[in-house]
Nanobody
Framework: QVQLVESGGGLVQAGESLRLSCAAS????????MGWFRQAPGKEREVVAA????????YYPDSVKGRFTISRDNTKNTVYLQMNSLKPEDTAAYYC???????????????????WGQGTQVTVSS
């Protein structure tokens, strides 16, 4: 089992930055691929970033590419999401997720993740 706890959400203005953190406990963190997802009201949950076991490979959809950066510190059992140049359309609940397996590649599908955090709200005002 892996327990995930997100932090760092809040209310910001368009153009500002936030850094989300996800602290993992339980099973060894360094054996899991990690991802960040978001879900806005009335919309489906979508991936916004994914990272492989070592941190050498990352994935971003076009909607956040160049603005969001995912990273992980396996010594601290923590994964981060740096969000710059935030837009009102980035407003959503953000979730950290972990797979139950380790891989040299990242995972982008929700079905690949079995552990989820409780979410942290990000609100971007215009």
């Amino acid at each position: 089992q892996v327990q995930l706890v997100e932090s760092g959400g809040g209310l910001v203005q368009a153009g500002e930055s936030l850094r989300l953190s996800c602290a993992a406990s339980g099973r060894t963190f360094s054996t899991n691929n990690m991802g960040w997802f978001r879900q806005a009201p009335g919309k489906e949950r979508e991936v916004v970033a994914a990272i492989n076991l070592s941190g050498s490979k990352t994935y971003y959809p076009d909607s956040v590419k160049g603005r969001f950066t995912i990273s992980r510190d396996n010594t601290k059992n923590t994964v981060y999401l740096q969000m710059n140049s935030l837009k009102p359309e980035d407003t959503a609940a953000y979730y950290c997720a972990a797979t139950s397996y380790s891989s040299s590649n990242y995972a982008t599908q929700q079905s690949q993740y079995v552990y989820w955090g409780q979410g942290t709200q990000v609100t971007v005002s215009s």
